[in-house]
């Protein structure tokens, strides 16, 4: 799949000379492309929404999108590869959910999600904070970029509007960082009014349990963890329902797993099962109304090493899995199956995967495919997306 660019002038020609573009026979900088956010046409409005899930510490997506058809998968993990009598099959003949996913089987099974594996960049970066940045910022090599991706959206398509974007939990999320909007801060939202609220807007208080009773009965661990997340999750929903709202981003913490982390039980199978049980929710409190609009983004800032440790967990490694799920999305597993994954090949003991798709242009699949970005203005958003070229950053197909 190509970028989306169609024509008969040549796509870079065209970006020059588009909103966005350079001027005559000049280069640009960051700061001239990140300042036309705030000057460009980013379509008609539409009622399409983003949920954006930021997994803290760095997803084992070797282990959560399993690729069961790599000879190496068995031979590099001992410890931790899930057997295949346990995986749950997505139906390519290559790849399987970890089985603490079953309860996103559902969104799988409807064609609603797309997992997309080997997502990565070429910058080399180990320190957590660096790579969340790199995320968050959509920018590599430039550290002084303090706007997020989805901030320069809300800048360019809602300047000035209260309400539009808005961070749940008790960090705020960067990623909604802009100049012109100033997103919303809810650490949590006030009981009485969460629990008046998701009556209102037809959130079954079952879909997102917070007590150890509820915890239990949906099959969840009966943790802090578990209860917290739930209460973000829960907020998410109710609040994206506001006809004001666009975008919200929220952070799931405990993915740094390089102690004893667990094949079929464990942290990590803990947390996979929060955040499976947690999109099936969201798509059921919202499959009546606003789901054909959602799409929940489920990232994290790296992957973690293709070989287990003498800890009994991974350490920081490239490429990792993305999750995209949504109504308007074109289910399936993306970048995991015997055409795109050679066996031998893909897992690099000592390190992590070789990656395969650039994470910007999943960023760019959602701001032009579903927040309705004109691709000539893209530069504002995504800086120097007009010259990065090769099929990493060839969009996936999530989305049409």
Known sequence: MGKGWKGSVDRRTALGLGVAGMALGGARSFAQDLADSERIA???????????????????????????????????????????????????????????LRALMEVHEAGELASIHRVGHSEVATSHARARRIVETAVTGDGRVTTGWLGRWLDAAHPGHEGV???????????????????????????ALAVREAQA?????????????????????????????????????????????RVVGIEFRGWDTHLSQGSEEGPHEQNLSILGNGIRSIRRATLNDIWNDLLVVVVSEFGRSASENTEGGTDHGSGGVVWVAGGAVRGGVYNCDATTWPSGATMRAGAGLAWLTDYRAVLAEVLVRHLGVDELDLDALLPDWSQRHGAEFDYVGFLS
């Open 165 to 191: 974007g808005i961070s749940v939990g008790v960090d705020f999320q960067r990623v909604l960082a802009g100049r012109r909007t100033r997103a919303r801060h809810v650490e949590r939202l006030p009981a």
């Open 201 to 245: 807007t037809g959130v079954a208080p079952d879909l997102f349990p917070v007590d150890a009773r509820g915890l239990e009965a949906a099959g969840l661990p009966s943790s802090s963890q578990s209860s917290e997340m739930n209460h973000r999750l829960k907020d998410s929903v109710v609040l994206l329902k506001d006809p004001r709202a």
């Open 42 to 100: 980013v379509g008609p409005r539409s009622n399409k929404r983003v949920l954006f899930i930021f997994l803290k510490g760095g997803n084992d997506g070797i282990n959560s999108v399993l690729p069961m058809g790599d000879r190496d998968y068995a031979r590099l993990r001992p410890g931790l590869a899930i057997p295949s009598s346990a995986a749950l099959d997505l139906g390519n003949g290559w790849a399987a959910n970890h089985p603490a």
